[in-house]
């Protein structure tokens, strides 16, 4: 437990610090006074960003945290005075006990399919190297890329790699939900109080009750933790549109910059970039796409394509219409049989008893029926949640008489609730889709026209009781667990386990397995060619 607080600690004063130097060079506090958890959010963006572009050139290894402490620490002795944490005392009690809560579901969790899949491996080669042009033929999955997984590999110690995966995963947890509370808790200063205790109020209370199990994480949770922090962010500063010019631009450079890094983590959350599209349009700052600032926000971009090229040979994988043919390492063929193996996967396809073929099934909606029956008892589940959330929320308000019309930011709550469906659409699968059913809840909430005032003893009642629940579960993990906690002897007690299998492709040595080797993956490089150009080594047909 103690390597787990001090890494947690550790990651958690980089990425702030990181934050604190972003908000020095390119947003400049008498501009946007961001408080501590902005700070920090902001700096876990940026330090993913920063992840991607230097795996271009190196291994993401400890020696780049140690660098990052030692440049955070000359950063913090410099900054000292800056650096604020004003919050009432029931704001820093509940913060602590989100703190407590998140260390709690760290020591409790075990870990998910994914990460013997490939989650592990990919983590495990950016650790040990740089990109690999072509690695997808060493995984099919390992063309996804996701930032997330890089930040893991920046944000972890090689030899505790394992543990490390949950620590970034419940530093992500306590970071938004202590934000969210803590925006919640402290009077509001802005005009569109009552839109922001809804959104917050609907977060918490779906997050604390949904999100008990680190090892459910994967990639989808952190997606969906960051984009509920940029809703509600968007919607706190949306009032800097009427700002100066250079105070607007910088507002909607920040809105860009979670908006990429979002939709890095998993592409379906693209449906993220509306939210600067109108604020672009509701202000008329068409001036700001040929700003210099979002000169930085188009090279981020670069690289993020360019790391994709490299790595599968596609814009965006795994759409076949993205890739180049005329690269040699290029995945369109892959790309086309992967997007509609997982369409008709999670479509329900391996249940389905009729003659179509797949590429049938998954068009017409010839899939509803046997997905329907299928996912019914899971649909029911998520549809219980969201409902018990949206009791919550009305027990711990009282309403207010109706108001005249929308806002303008309740129209985009409603807009992105519409495309999320559509993309629900194309991929059917609950887990993937959490925003769905939060935005449901926000949407029901501002169709009915009411304003709704917040009841402070009801509210903190219910954070405590369901932080209670919460806590419950993983103290419950943990006691059956025998209050053991050790990452390598659990993946061997469930026999996920094997030893890596070298193999050899020319002078290139990679191996077979998903730990503990690099480079590592599960497919057999035989027909492949392989050279070596400047640093990169290439695998190509």
């Not at 996804?144 to 394992?162: D, E, G, K, M, T």
Request: aromatic fraction near 20%.
């Amino acid at each position: 437990m103690l390597e787990i607080i001090l890494h947690y600690l550790i990651f958690l004063f980089i990425i702030y610090s990181n934050g604190l130097l972003l908000q020095r060079v390119l947003i400049n506090s008498r501009t946007i006074n961001l408080n501590f958890f902005e700070q920090s959010i902001i700096g876990l963006i940026g330090t993913g960003f920063v992840a991607l572009f230097l795996n271009f050139f190196l291994p993401l290894n400890d020696s780049l945290i140690y660098f990052n402490l030692i440049i955070s620490l000359i950063l913090i002795y410099f900054l000292r005075s800056k650096i604020k944490f004003n919050y009432s005392l029931s704001s820093k009690i509940f913060v602590l006990l989100i703190f407590f809560l998140s260390l709690i579901n760290i020591y409790g969790s075990n870990f998910s399919d994914d990460l013997n899949h490939y989650h592990g491996g990919y983590i495990g080669n950016t650790d040990n190297g740089n990109y690999i042009i072509g690695s997808n033929f060493l995984h099919y999955h390992y063309g996804y890329s996701s930032i997330w997984l890089i930040l893991h590999s920046y944000l972890n110690f090689n030899s505790s790699l394992l543990q490390d995966i949950h620590i970034l995963n419940g530093l992500s947890l306590f970071l938004i939900v202590a934000y969210l509370f803590t925006e919640n808790n402290e009077k509001s200063k802005y005009s569109n109080s009552n839109l922001l205790f809804l959104i917050s109020s609907i977060f918490i209370f779906f997050f604390i009750i949904k999100y008990t199990r680190l090892k459910e994480f994967g990639l989808d949770r952190p997606g969906v933790l960051i984009y509920c922090f940029l809703i509600y962010f968007a919607a706190k500063y949306q009032y800097l549109l009427k700002e100066n010019l250079k105070v607007r631009d910088i507002f909607l450079f920040l809105i860009l910059l979670m908006c990429l890094f979002v939709a890095s983590i998993k592409i379906f959350f693209l449906s993220c970039f509306l939210i600067p599209l109108i604020l672009i349009i509701q202000s008329k700052s068409y001036n700001f796409l040929f700003s210099k600032l979002l000169f930085i926000f188009y090279l981020l971009s670069l690289c993020y394509f360019l790391k994709n090229i490299l790595i599968n040979g596609c814009l965006v994988y795994p759409f076949e219409f993205t890739c180049f043919s005329n690269l040699s390492w290029n995945s369109k063929e892959i790309a086309s049989n992967l997007l509609l193996g997982t369409e008709a996967m999670s479509k329900s396809y391996n249940e389905y008893r009729g003659s179509l073929s797949a590429s049938e099934y998954v068009n017409n909606f010839n899939w509803l029926k046997t997905w329907a029956v299928r996912n019914f008892e899971e649909f029911n589940n998520y549809i219980f949640t969201i409902i018990l959330v949206l009791l919550l929320f009305f027990v711990s308000s009282r309403t207010k008489k109706n108001k005249a019309k929308f806002e303008q930011f309740e129209i985009l709550i409603l807009l992105l609730f519409i495309i999320n469906i559509i993309i629900f659409v194309k991929s059917p699968v609950f887990r993937f889709h959490h925003m769905l059913f939060m935005l449901f809840g926000l949407s029901l909430v501002i169709l009915s026209k009411r304003l709704f005032l917040k009841k402070e003893f009801f509210f903190k009642t219910i954070v405590i009781l369901i932080l209670i629940f919460n806590f419950g579960k993983n103290f419950q993990r943990i006691y059956q667990a025998n209050f053991y906690n050790n990452p390598y002897e659990h993946i061997k007690k469930i026999e996920w386990y094997r030893t890596p299998v070298e193999k050899k492709l020319g002078s290139f040595i990679y191996f077979n397995g998903w730990i503990d080797a690099y480079p590592i993956g599960n497919m057999d490089l035989s027909e492949f060619k392989h050279k070596k150009k400047l640093w990169f080594d290439i695998i190509y047909q």
